[in-house]
């Protein structure tokens, strides 16, 4: 096993094991038998893997897939932000901050002219414009934004 760039462990995955995660991801409630035909193994073999699977920190968990516009999140904002330090001590206090937020649903640091993007929703432009105003421009270090609204998702790997 390798490290990988990011540092973790890469973790050697043959077929059997790869077919394990490619079911679970479209279906992380598949009972295990079911999982153990679809990917060609006994029952036993399947748990062993899948346990395996789990303790190597490969599936890092299940949950649910909840639909945004039901619970009114369907406003999907993409915001670039820029901060005005980027030491090590400036981008922990600024990840702590936006990680707490519940309305920012993925925040990642970012290699080019801004430092973080942040995908945010709300249940409108002006929740958003609350957002935006109250909590995201108040963390820490942050010296300007842009915001992108999205106007569909083509594709969503979270649906």
């Not at 937020?101 to 249940?123: N, S, W």
């Amino acid at each position: 096993m390798e490290l990988a760039e990011n540092g973790n462990r890469e973790v050697d995955l043959d077929r059997f094991d790869r077919r394990i995660v490619e079911a679970l991801s479209e279906d992380g409630r598949m009972p295990v038998t079911t999982l153990a035909a679809r990917v060609g193994l006994t029952k036993t073999p399947c748990q062993t893997r899948l346990k395996r699977l789990i303790d190597e920190g490969v599936i890092r968990g299940f949950r649910a897939v909840i639909d945004p516009g039901r619970i009114g999140r369907d406003h999907v904002a993409f915001v670039e932000v820029k901060l005005s330090d980027t030491t090590e001590k400036a981008l922990s206090a600024f990840n702590a901050a936006a990680a707490a937020l519940a309305e920012v649903e993925q925040c990642h640091m970012i290699a080019g002219p801004f430092d973080y993007l942040l995908k945010v929703r709300t249940r409108d432009i002006a929740a958003y414009r609350r957002v935006l105003g109250e909590k995201i421009s108040a963390l820490p270090h942050v010296a300007n934004t842009s915001t992108y609204v999205s106007m569909e998702a083509v594709k969503d790997a979270g649906a």
